[in-house]
């Protein structure tokens, strides 16, 4: 590769890796999953404490994954307690850290290892990447250098960052030539002796100092390999010089200097001097988010006690939010009139309670919007309260009456606790 996109000298490399490491041990955040991975001196054990915040930490804030881990880790210590879980409780315990799926996947591959691998978790990354359902080639990367020691490196959304300004790549960064080159990066970075602080540290560079929008290029520990930075402290002398009349050298912002390379800016976005290091990493354009629209229905009745109830039903077993309980709900046409809506809906419910259903007893309530990853949702909110008692048809879906407080215990997404 064109020498300014990668490492390939073995001193700078030592001394990176030093400074690297020497940050970490100074300024690391004390976390639970860290301190299991350090102080638990069972393998398998180790291996599962990283698994879990791996998958927990998939798209998901670390202050919000915290609590979530320690009540995973405190029921199911071990692989084989998860393993003896219900689907209903591991998604009880995830409601609320969205990409359900990922709950489910993780007890479904803790049950592989139980029944299929004697409960030894594969020692390698690539045996946990062919072997465990759901781990992907970050995870086990992960799951190896952190558990096992293994010096194989990791390429995650903050890694990705970190290194496109360390190498000035402006490719599009989710494109195979790119991601191919940093994952070949990180196995030539990753230090030999401590290969799991080392990824960690990579990873806690980018979500504490090398951060997206205003990155503390001042207090960063490898600024001094970091082309991206070189090349603002080159623009900023020339502009002084340029300032002070001094005949002014031509500033060296060629790029990599091979013709159509793959990894620099693409010529029709070149380098934008306004933005600094954050010129990099660049992505493609988004997709737009699907526009969905949803009637949802609150059904109420009084409960034996006289408490109100409230009438959930659950989701199919795949697709989104699988398995999860909710209140009944009917995805819309786009552009239905507010009367076709009610209609749709109480065709919906008649359903349920095997009962005519008048359209005009429904309330609108209002509309909660939620976004999931690629789903720009709304809920169009209606409530109906029953008098007298509801027998529900048995052949649907799983259904039951809830109170408020049994409702926020129940495997519920969190769009279902915003309606
Ligand atoms: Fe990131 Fe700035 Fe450090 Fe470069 S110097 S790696 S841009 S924080």
């Known amino acids: 590769p064109p020498a300014p996109h ?7 490399i030592a001394v990176l890796r030093g400074s690297l490491l020497a940050w970490y041990d100074r300024c690391k955040r004390d976390l639970p999953w860290r301190t ?32 979530y881990y320690n009540r995973w880790m405190q029921k199911w210590p071990t692989l084989q307690a998860l393993a003896q879980a219900s689907l209903e409780e591991v998604n009880e315990l995830w409601a609320g850290l969205g990409y359900y799926s990922r709950g489910k996947r993780l007890q479904e591959a803790a049950r592989k290892v139980v ?15 062919k072997l465990l359902p759901g781990v992907g080639r970050y995870t086990a990367g992960a799951i190896a250098s952190i558990s096992y020691g293994q010096a194989t490196g990791v390429v995650d959304g903050n890694v990705i960052r970190v290194l496109c300004r360390l190498r000035c790549i402006g490719a599009d960064s989710s494109s195979p030539a790119v991601i191919d080159r940093l994952w070949e990066m990180a196995n030539v970075l990753v230090d030999r002796s401590r290969p799991g602080d080392f990824n960690q540290a990579l990873m806690e560079l980018g979500a504490t100092v090398c951060v997206p929008k205003a990155p503390l290029c001042g207090e960063c520990p490898v600024k001094q390999h970091c082309q991206a930075q070189r090349r603002v402290e080159k623009e900023l002398a020339f502009a002084s010089q340029k300032l002070f009349g001094k005949p002014a050298p031509v500033p060296d912002v060629e790029e990599c200097g091979v013709g159509d390379c793959p990894l620099c800016p693409p010529a029709t976005e070149p ?47 795949s697709g989104l939010l699988a ?29 349920w309670m095997g009962q005519p259903m008048a359209a005009k007893g429904l309330r609108l309530m209002g509309e909660v919007i939620h976004i999931f990853s690629h789903i720009h949702q709304t809920y169009v909110v209606y409530s109906l309260p029953l008098d007298g008692d509801v027998t529900l048809e048995p052949g649907l879906s799983p259904s039951r009456w809830v109170t408020e407080e049994e409702f926020h215990a129940s495997a519920v997404s969190t769009a279902m606790k915003k309606v």
């Not at 990493?281 to 229905?297: D, F, L, W």
Request: charged residues 25%; glycine residues 4%.
């Open 323 to 351: 398995g999860l309980w909710e209140f009944p709900s009917l995805p819309l046409d786009q552009d239905l009139q507010e009367e076709k809506e009610r209609e749709a809906l109480a065709a919906h419910l008649q359903a």
């Open 6 to 12: 990668g490492f390939s000298d073995p001193a700078e």
């Open 36 to 67: 299991l991975a350090v102080t638990e001196l069972d393998a398998d054990r180790r291996a599962y404490a990283v698994w879990v915040s791996e998958i927990m930490l998939q798209q998901t804030q670390v202050a919000t994954v915290i609590d």
């Open 271 to 317: 380098w934008d001097s306004s933005l600094g290091v954050t010129n990099f990493p660049r992505k493609a354009a988004k997709k737009q988010p699907r526009v969905v629209r949803t009637a949802t229905c609150v059904l109420e009745r009084r409960g034996c006690h006289g408490a109100p109830e409230y009438l959930i039903v659950q989701r199919p077993s």
């Open 115 to 129: 029944s299929e691998l004697a409960g030894q978790m594969p020692r390698t990354a690539e045996d946990l990447q």
